[in-house]
């Protein structure tokens, strides 16, 4: 009894690094989290704190911190908020009026924020539901700079509100802001928030940028409201772009690189891979292959072992497992699993959290789709990405609660 107490309290001492969207790679992946012998019936609750505030943004665990961006709806303010992850209690809150009217469409998911903050080299930046750009210290949460661009573009949201996720590149900040018709990709000078460089061709989609290294050539690539495309990482030169349209102007899914495939897909449009490259410094982009079998909305697959393993739209939301390099579905599982999901491969298990707090643990492989558990992890919607926190232990954000539990 007194070993098993022991391991216990060792796996729940040991603790991650989850401080980006998607983890520390911003693919989903997660070397960190143990799987158990034997998945149990329930999952363990080891807290839970009531009234975080609203919203779709991830928590970031580092160390013994739990960092937080939410909204407080009452009052038109965004949360910016360090917790401990021994015992969800506040190290430090601070709080920035945010106003925001979402148009019809949007109203559906609230006043967000829906974009996942990314700390770094001991600071942290939030973006807002309506495009505020700050950045805080993370050991005291003094405010270090904010934006609003508010002269800078005619509107500072797209349609559905502010969603992507910045990245730190080369020691810089890069943020999408603006309205989808007028903004700008712009990289941030960290410490003070001076501008290093921008594109401002095309406005933010809902995308979050990833860094790929193509013929090796480090490039972030994202997409805008009408294409998917790739700028330096180091310069903010634009390298190529292919149109890539979504009915409502809704790009969202994160691209997704295997091997010289780069993936992308949208609501109700086709999944596809395409490959860039340079002949005589000129970059181009061309289309390899695409389908119409698993279309992905607001959900960013992830690749484990050559397989890419996804949640569609389609049948009302299922997961599938297809082969990246062509595009044929391997196996889908049931439909009507909700709206959307968030998916973290790690130990050989799949763990998808559906938007109804539905947490579904299935074991990777491309033969078949073999559920093991399903676990209820909350009480309201869960739309934001989960943060593993520790080899057996995971965050899961609601919309108005933050929960850690373990196994």
Do not use: C
């Given at each position: 009894m007194r070993l098993t107490v022991f391991f216990l309290l060792l796996a729940l001492s040991a603790q991650a690094e989850w401080t980006q969207w998607r983890g520390p790679n911003r693919d989903g992946q997660a070397s960190a989290l143990q799987a158990p012998a034997a998945w149990p019936e329930q999952l363990t609750q080891v807290w839970k704190i009531d009234g975080v505030g609203s919203g779709y943004a991830g928590p970031l665990v580092q160390g013994d911190s739990v960092f937080l961006h939410s909204r407080d709806d009452a009052k038109s303010e965004e949360i910016v908020a360090k917790r401990?992850?021994?015992?969800?209690?506040?190290?430090?809150?601070?709080?920035?009026?945010?106003?925001?009217?979402?148009?019809?469409?949007?109203?559906?998911?609230?006043?967000?924020?829906?974009?996942?903050?990314?700390?770094?080299?001991g600071r942290l930046f939030t973006l807002g539901i309506s495009?505020?750009?700050?950045?805080?210290?993370?050991?005291?949460?003094?405010?270090?700079?904010?934006?609003?661009?508010?002269?800078?573009?005619?509107?500072?949201?797209?349609?559905?509100?502010?969603?992507?996720?910045?990245?730190?590149?080369?020691?810089?900040?890069?943020?999408?802001?603006?309205?989808?018709?007028?903004?700008?990709?712009?990289?941030?000078?960290?410490?003070?928030?001076?501008?290093?460089?921008?594109?401002?061709?095309?406005?933010?989609?809902?995308?979050?940028?990833?860094?790929?290294t193509i013929a090796g050539r480090e490039q972030i690539v994202t997409q805008s409201a009408e294409h998917t495309l790739s700028v330096d990482a180091e310069t903010g030169e634009k390298l190529w772009s292919l149109p890539f349209t979504t009915p409502y102007t809704q790009n969202i899914m994160t691209p997704v690189m295997v091997d010289d495939l780069i993936l992308f897909s949208g609501t109700r449009a086709k999944t596809s891979a395409v490959r860039a490259s340079s002949s005589s410094g000129k970059w181009s982009a061309e289309e390899v292959w695409t389908t119409n079998d698993a279309t992905m909305y607001m959900s960013s697959p992830v690749l484990h072992q050559g397989v890419l393993y996804g949640y569609t739209e389609k049948q009302a939301g299922n997961l599938f497992a297809m082969d990246p390099k062509s595009g044929e579905v391997h196996?889908?599982?049931?439909?009507?699993?909700?709206?959307?999901?968030?998916?973290?491969?790690?130990?050989?298990?799949?763990?998808?959290?559906?938007?109804?707090?539905?947490?579904?643990?299935t074991r990777l492989g491309a033969?078949?789709?073999?559920?093991?558990?399903?676990?209820?992890?909350?009480?309201?919607?869960?739309?934001?990405?989960?943060?593993?926190?520790?080899?057996?232990?995971?965050?899961?954000k609601d919309d108005r609660a933050l929960t850690l539990w373990t196994w």
């Open positions: 401990r992850l021994s015992d969800g209690g506040v190290v430090w809150e601070q709080r920035y009026a945010a106003p925001y009217k979402p148009t019809s469409a949007a109203a559906r998911h609230g006043l967000g924020p829906k974009s996942t903050p990314v700390l770094h080299d495009g505020t750009l700050s950045a805080f210290d993370a050991e005291s949460g003094k405010v270090l700079w904010r934006k609003d661009f508010k002269s800078a573009f005619e509107r500072t949201w797209p349609k559905f509100g502010v969603a992507m996720s910045p990245v730190v590149v080369h020691g810089k900040l890069i943020a999408h802001v603006g309205t989808d018709k007028d903004g700008a990709l712009i990289a941030f000078d960290p410490q003070t928030g001076e501008e290093a460089w921008r594109w401002d061709e095309e406005g933010p989609s809902y995308v979050s940028p990833v860094v790929f196996w889908r599982g049931p439909g009507r699993l909700g709206h959307n999901a968030t998916l973290i491969a790690a130990d050989g298990y799949l763990l998808t959290l559906t938007s109804d707090a539905e947490l579904i643990v033969d078949a789709y073999q559920p093991l558990r399903t676990y209820s992890v909350a009480d309201a919607e869960t739309y934001g990405h989960p943060a593993v926190a520790g080899p057996r232990r995971l965050l899961i």
